[in-house]
């Protein structure tokens, strides 16, 4: 346990950060299973790109904000991009 007034300051930071960037990862993770749900479902054409826009747009708020690595950013859109064209109906 930290003594120091900084420290402890510094650990209560640390902590509620990781909190944040934990619930974005999470959010990210639940709207990649979504998109994924939605395609082998074979939801329409509007539907799967409501949710591929939601997705994007959250990995990107997490690179922003520094939760994410903007490379893992890029690989995570790539992925959903990749998902989303695989669909048969393109």
Same mark, same amino acid.
């Given at each position: 346990?930290? !003594?120091?007034?900084?420290q402890i300051?510094? !650990? !209560?930071?640390?902590?509620?950060?990781? %909190?944040?960037?934990?619930?974005?990862? $999470?959010?990210?993770?639940?709207?990649?299973?979504?998109?994924?749900? /939605? %395609?082998? +479902? *074979?939801?329409?054409?509007? +539907?799967?790109? /409501? +949710?591929?826009?939601?997705? %994007? $747009? @959250?990995?990107?708020? /997490? %690179?922003?904000? *520094?939760? @994410?690595? /903007? !490379?893992? *950013?890029?690989?995570?859109?790539?992925?959903? +991009?990749?998902? @989303?064209? $695989?669909?048969?109906?393109?």
């Open positions: 346990m930290a !003594n120091i007034k900084s300051k510094r !650990n !209560n930071r640390s902590e509620r950060e990781r %909190v944040e960037n934990r619930q974005y990862t $999470s959010a990210i993770k639940t709207y990649f299973r979504r998109l994924e749900t /939605a %395609v082998t +479902e *074979g939801k329409d054409e509007a +539907e799967l790109t /409501a +949710e591929h826009r939601k997705l %994007v $747009s @959250l990995i990107d708020k /997490a %690179v922003k904000r *520094g939760a @994410l690595h /903007a !490379n893992t *950013g890029a690989r995570k859109k790539a992925r959903a +991009e990749r998902l @989303l064209r $695989s669909t048969p109906t393109a």
